[in-house]
């Protein structure tokens, strides 16, 4: 995607950062209204794709759109239109509101009648759809229509959706999840292997949307055998008006033990979603589409009719190829007719794809007789298609080899019923083995486990390294097709599998609504010195990227993270070194990638971040037990390191995908966070360096105003801009810890407080401390604050925010003149230069202006001597062929990218 000319932000974000003319706290009955919007800021928004094509064969997309403060009230409606000026029909609804109580972001949802071209949002009444969406909650099922096709989803027992209509054609049932759970792994020769099958129980149903355009469906329960209930999960199901397809957004959360040293446990050898699909036609008249690389196909029918000794005649054989109905046999060549009962019917169906290299295909008649293999590959596209010339079931699976071990089984076509089983972990792989990767070597201590610290940067503890509560979430589609689709319908499916179709808006629009805090603006070419900051930005998002396919950064609990640190000497990552290995969002890679796309509103830079997303906020933070709401720091493992903190779990890291999309799987993890205080009476994130004594009270926790603060006011401030179930309670939170931050005798330089969970204060120090990390700021601190300083009207927080930022990039002599004491050794400089050019626009201060860009240039991070290229790795250096930067690090890279981004964009007109 080609740069759009720059816009600078200077002056904007100094009228929005003049909080003193604004006075409101959302819902305070006293609240002054917000000054109206001119009339240009309530323009109509143009929304795109992000990749070409359009909406092609996917359900629908749901996109979010931010609006600046005052231009819509609650009750807004809203249009949209095509190129062509004709109506489209949209669902909206609101998703995030500014404290004056007007729209802040709006979501909606369009289905099949979108097209593929730009699309108009603006005031207005919505065009109702031709087709509606209808959802019908009496009896025993909930009955959803999309005017095409028709679900009915069962409330309780085993069945997710109890069948799957076309008009009067049934064309899949009975749709399940199944897990396979082996009690046992061997650590040597593979013995005798035991099985156990559990299948879905659900315990609640609910309808959270209902039309006309779009509607949800939510299912929650566990997986069950017998007497014993686990593995929850929680599904949701989408449909669009007017559309022959539905999406299942599918989450487990894994609640099995599996203990280091021991061979027996709860290892998942299988874990997928079954229907049944009806099988009508004849057997020459059925098909078997099975997705290869790219959009490649495997086109077959259940008994070929091509190839064989005899011929009945080219159009018929094109005609089963095309997936086609045939003639009547009797108008064939009789010498084929007459022997169809000789031809083999291939009911049985497998693609396992169990590395992100590589994918094997086979088949067979039926149970009991032998496979032969039609082919593989390297990267299945996980799409699938069985049924007939009368109608047959599509489905897919996205991410399908990223997120490897994976497979695809079609079984019993040649029967009056199909089975179609997408698993999300292939049984042909090895047992899920989430046991932890050493046996503590004598760390039992925490002297000991600093010591290990010191050595391979792990924070060991004793039975923290435990999975237990994290959660992986997966995405699949299903068609429920009239007939066996054409070759060019099912590479449209195809391509929805792989790249499920997003709308967005445009960089200027998010920009012009000034979300997120203004600090970024769209990429500026217009002198050299930016020019070659924007080639740096560009230079690190493709080698990362890269780097992803060059180091086989994929699996089923990877995909979606990047590594911490290189090793030069092995031409490798850290993989297997401590704390050095997987990022787990340290120093806020997520925030860069973010701010990289909203400036850019590249589909690449969207699609990278979105998966990291999906990663960092399912699988590295617990979503059950004990340390639910916190998240593991950087490992081998992402739930390897005994430091279980909020910074990790942080909501900050959710918000973007959020808000431009309206999923409801990360809004549900954000909501979480608003009760993730209650996790500091549990665990004391600093309990191994606290040198004082303490003891986790209710009424006097100690929490840092940096890294745990700023994820604890995130998941607040989105609570309450979202009008969530707890906003009041979150509101309160977010002004009380304010106020008492900037109560402290040096404000954020104090460090941390005692905070009391009943009333959700921090308890005002009596005498005045400095306790600076370098660490404080670069979880999000600065881009948090930026929002808060926007939105609520609190000089004496400003004023300490700003001191903050004034004083960490000082001299040791600046900061001891206005704190009576130095702030130590520090690291970060560069990273930390943004927070200069924010108090910089904030109080203009020209002084802090200079200083952004001398400590951008000149002190840590990356330099502008730096080699800013790759050299090539071979053989026998590395184990493939590929690009190394041995002088990137991943701290560096995020930290780089969000100084770059910000500095440019608040003082991208001061650089030296």
């Known amino acids: 995607m080609s740069p759009i000319p720059r816009r600078s932000l200077l002056k904007a974000a100094a009228v929005a950062g003049a909080a003193a003319q604004f006075s409101w706290a959302l819902g305070a009955k006293d609240a002054q209204a917000a000054p109206r919007a001119e009339p240009a800021d309530a323009d109509p928004v143009t929304l795109d794709w992000l990749e070409e094509g359009g909406l092609g064969a996917a359900p629908g997309s749901t996109v979010g759109v931010p609006w600046p403060k005052g ?28 404290p004056d109580g007007s729209l802040k972001w709006t979501a909606h949802a369009v289905g099949p009648g979108a097209g593929t071209g730009k699309l108009t949002l603006a005031a207005g009444s919505p065009a109702a759809p031709e087709k509606k969406v209808t959802v019908d909650k009496s009896g025993g099922s909930i009955t959803v229509s999309t005017g095409v096709i028709t679900a009915k989803i069962g409330k309780s027992g085993s069945t997710l959706v109890k069948s799957v209509t076309r008009g009067s054609t049934e064309i899949a049932r009975n749709g399940r999840l199944v897990l396979l759970r082996q009690p046992e792994i061997e650590d040597g020769d593979q013995g005798t292997e035991k099985y156990e099958r559990f299948e879905s129980a659900i315990s609640k149903v609910e309808v959270e949307q209902d039309g006309p355009v779009r509607s949800v469906v ?14 929850p999960f929680s599904i949701r199901l989408y449909f669009f008006a007017g559309g022959e397809s539905f999406r299942m957004v599918h989450t487990i959360t894994f609640d099995g033990k599996q203990e280091p040293g021991k061979a027996s446990g709860d290892f998942i050898r299988g874990l997928g979603v079954r229907f049944t699909v009806p099988m009508r036609d004849a057997a020459y008249d059925r098909h078997i589409r099975i997705g290869g690389d790219g959009t490649g196909l495997l086109r077959e029918a259940v008994k070929g009719i091509t190839g064989l000794r005899r011929d009945p005649g080219a159009a018929v054989q094109a005609a089963q190829f095309a997936g086609e109905k045939l003639p009547d046999p009797s108008t064939w060549d009789q010498r084929v007719t ?3 009962q000789y031809i083999p019917e291939w009911g049985d169906y497998t693609l396992s794809q169990l590395s992100a290299d590589g994918f094997a295909l086979r088949k067979r008649t039926k149970k009991g007789h032998g496979w032969i293999g039609p082919g593989g590959g390297r990267r299945a596209s996980g799409f699938g298609y069985v049924g007939g010339a009368s109608g047959g079931l599509s489905f897919g699976l996205r991410d399908f080899w990223e997120k490897f071990p994976a497979q695809l089984d079609i079984r019993g076509a040649h029967t009056d019923e199909a089975e179609v089983t997408l698993w999300l972990w292939s049984p042909e792989a090895q047992p899920m083995d989430l046991r932890f990767y050493h046996d503590g070597m004598g760390q039992d201590t925490y002297a000991e486990q600093l010591e290990g610290l010191n050595i391979t940067y792990e924070d060991y503890e004793p039975e923290f390294g435990t999975p237990y509560g994290i959660a992986r979430t997966s995405e699949l589609l299903f068609w429920a097709n009239e007939s066996t689709p054409s070759p060019a319908k099912l590479a449209e499916q195809v391509e929805a599998v792989r790249t499920l179709p997003q709308l967005a808006a445009p960089p200027k629009h ?32 493709t080698y990362y990227k890269d780097q992803v396919e060059m180091r086989r950064w994929y699996g089923f609990w990877d995909y979606g993270d990047i590594m911490h640190t290189y090793d030069t000497a092995r031409h490798q990552w850290r993989y297997d070194v401590g704390g050095y290995a ?6 806020s890679p997520d925030l860069w990638l973010w701010f990289a796309y909203l400036r850019s509103g590249r589909a690449d830079i969207f699609r990278f971040a979105e998966a990291m997303t999906r990663h960092t906020g399912e699988v590295d933070v617990y979503h059950l037990g004990e340390w639910a709401g916190l998240g593991t720091r950087h490992g081998v493992q992402h739930y390897a390191d005994s430091a279980k903190q909020q910074r990790i779990a942080n909501t900050t890291y959710r918000r973007y995908y959020y808000f431009l999309t309206a999923d409801e799987r990360v809004g549900d993890l954000m909501h979480a966070n608003v009760d993730s205080d209650e996790t500091f009476l549990v665990l004391d994130p600093i309990r191994k360096i606290r040198t004082e004594p303490y003891t986790p009270d209710r009424h006097a926790l100690s929490i840092g105003f940096g890294t745990d603060w700023s994820g604890l006011v995130s998941a607040w401030l989105t609570e309450w801009e979202r009008k969530g179930p707890k906003w009041e309670k979150a509101k309160a939170r977010v002004l009380s810890t304010m106020e008492t931050i900037a109560a402290q005798p040096n404000g954020f330089v104090q460090g941390s407080g005692l905070y009391d969970l009943d009333t959700g204060k921090f308890a005002v120090a009596d005498k005045a401390a400095v306790s600076v990390s370098h660490l404080s700021a670069v979880f999000g601190l600065n881009e948090l604050c930026a929002e808060l300083i926007d939105l609520i009207d609190m000089p004496k927080f400003n004023e300490a925010y700003f001191d903050y930022c004034r004083y960490f990039n000082a001299t040791k002599a600046e900061q001891k003149a206005r704190y009576g004491s130095d702030f130590g050794s520090l690291l970060l400089f560069q990273g930390h230069s943004r927070l200069d050019a924010y108090a910089a626009v904030q109080t203009g201060d020209e002084k802090l202006a200079k200083r952004a860009w001398e400590k951008f240039y000149n002190s840590d991070g990356y330099k502008e001597s730096a080699p800013w290229a790759t050299e090539t790795v071979s053989g026998p250096l590395g184990l493939v ?31 030296p």
């Open 881 to 911: 062929s590929g690009e190394e930067a041995t002088w990137v690090s991943t701290n560096d890279t995020s930290l780089y990218g969000l100084a770059a981004i910000e500095n440019l964009a608040l003082l991208g007109d001061k650089m």
């Open 71 to 98: 231009v819509y009230e609650k009750d807004q409606t809203f249009a949209l239109k095509d190129a062509d000026g004709k109506d489209v029909a949209v669902q909206s609804w609101p998703i995030a509101y500014w």
């Open 218 to 231: 939510r299912i929650d329960g566990k997986h069950r055998r017998g007497d014993r209930s686990w593995l």
């Open 510 to 541: 998010l920009i012009k609504a000034k979300v997120f805090g203004g600090l970024f603006s769209e990429p500026d070419r217009s002198s050299p010195a930016k020019a070659k900051i924007e080639d740096h930005l560009d230079f690190l998002f």
């Open 582 to 587: 997987w990022d787990n969002s340290e120093l």
């Open 338 to 340: 007459t022997r169809l």
